[in-house]
């Protein structure tokens, strides 16, 4: 009886390690992630990705941005759009009076940035 019990045991942790050895299933079995964007939250991302675009390139269409675009807030951005699955927002920097344009899913994934208001 005890070898049985202690089989079970092992059994039951080597298939409990197994799942989650695999993380990229559990995201998916996580129901916080799906629809919770918003426009607040879209546009701290824009905010956060000006701040690090400023630093090195992330493989945007527009490169690196020059220093002044860490001092964008929350007012020089504007959501044009919202379709539900992506957001459209424009960022002005008011310094060298300049506009981009984040393309950004509504996972918080950023689509795309460019110059043009044109995906």
Known sequence: MKALFLLVALFGTAISSYSFAHLDKLKRMDHS???????????????????????KDLGY?????P????????????????TGDVYIISALNTEINKILYFQIANDGDVIAVSESNVF
């Open 67 to 82: 220093a002044s675009w860490q001092n964008i807030t929350v007012a020089d951005t504007t959501v044009l759009s919202d």
């Open 61 to 65: 269409k527009v490169g690196q941005l």
């Open 33 to 55: 992630r799906h629809n919770h964007m918003n426009d607040k939250k879209a546009v701290d991302i824009v905010i956060l990705l000006t701040q690090k675009m400023t630093f």
